[in-house]
């Protein structure tokens, strides 16, 4: 049992906070590896265990887990660059058929959104969003390397995006702790707040791609319609035609 703010708690892995207590900055490069590299890490709380972990380094933080920033840095930015490069690996040697077989529908989901994701934006960019996407960032990286696509390329591209998600969220939280005294208090409605913002690609994902099979329905519903005028002017003619001839 671990001392953090007063309270006791256990090491609880979908717990930012029971991971922190626990783990400290090994549990934050631990979590972002599984999440990241491993298909069985998807329920890892990857964003708000970022986010809680700047804010646990701020020095307004009086939880007894008052964690190093640039400890926290550096096991972030390992965890997220290892774990999707070992995602990679492991997709090449044929993880795409592991997802397949995989009976567990957030990781079909994940599978799903991951391909809308290559082919709206092509690898560069998929790769670099799949960050933010929770579940899609544990299942995009072993498409990829199902894909065929250079290690190269994809390792370029996941550094980049790596870099910029786990560094970009313990700074974020980091820059909040320290702007708030006694950020304690409000430890657990921020990790809501993360927790469901992580939530908003996946919806507006979901909204643009509902509203782009509307229009190719409406745009098939209306092709029929376009040739209609043209029928009943050609029907017309002939009745005229007809008309004329019994005349």
Known sequence: MLHLAGTHVALNPLSSASLLASLGALGVFLALFAETGLLIGFFLPGDSLLFTAGLLSAGSSSSKAHLSLPLVLLAAAGGAL??????????????????????????????????????????????????????????????????????????????IGGLIWSIGLTLAGFALGSSIGNVDKYLLPIIAVIVAGSFVPIVIEVIRTRRLRTRRQGARSQTPQENLPSTVAAADGAKDGAAGTER
Not at 103 to 132: C, H, M, P, T, W
Not at 135 to 143: C, E, G, H, K, Q
């Open 82 to 159: 290892i774990g999707a490069q070992t995602g990679f690996v492991i997709g090449r040697q044929g993880g795409r058929r592991l997802i397949e077989r995989s009976d567990n529908r957030f990781l079909r989901k994940g599978a799903q959104r991951s391909s809308e994701l290559l082919s709206r934006y092509g690898y560069g960019k998929a790769i670099v969003f799949a960050r933010f996407i929770p579940i899609v960032r544990t299942v995009l990286n072993p498409m990829v390397g199902a894909l065929d696509v250079s290690a190269r390329t994809f390792t370029i591209w996941q550094v």
